[in-house]
């Protein structure tokens, strides 16, 4: 079986990132390993499962990786972070101080509001629709934003 196992996301700071995505968005700490070079190893998983990729907060070194701290995607929706219960994450999220860009809505796919990480990535919460047969639906996180 083969999966995507990490996605790197580009930050200023482990230590700040860190507290975001653990305090804010709930993620767990995986591994923070330092590293011969003064860098450091930083995993975080959005849940205690290990069914989805987890996130590899790296350190931007240099100018160009620098100008892409918050804008990975150019601007559109990069991440989609799935939830069981949409309206518990959402209110639990914005009391944590999250900044979402817009109203939750309720669209054939699911229930989905965007919001912005602490560099102003845009991420979408999504609690994917359950079809007639009892399933997901797969075209979840699948729109044009």
Do not use: C
């Not at 991420?123 to 639906?137: F, K, R, Y």
């Amino acid at each position: 079986m083969r999966r995507i196992a990490l996605v790197t996301l580009v930050v200023d700071d482990y230590d700040e990132a860190i507290r975001f995505y653990t305090e804010a968005l709930g993620f767990r700490l995986v591994e923070d390993t330092p590293r011969p070079d003064g860098s450091r190893w930083v995993v975080v998983r959005p849940g205690a499962q290990e069914a989805g990729a987890d996130l590899l907060l790296a350190r931007a070194k240099g100018e160009s990786q620098q100008g892409r701290v918050g804008d990975q995607t150019g601007g559109r929706v990069g991440f989609f972070l799935h939830t069981d219960d949409f309206a518990r994450d959402h209110a639990r999220m914005l009391a944590a101080g999250v900044t979402f860009l817009e109203a939750p809505r309720h669209e054939p796919y699911g229930s989905v509001a965007v919001f912005q990480d602490l560099y102003g990535n845009r991420w979408d919460l999504l609690q994917p629709a359950v079809a007639a047969s009892g399933t997901h639906s797969r075209r979840a996180g699948r729109r044009a934003t």
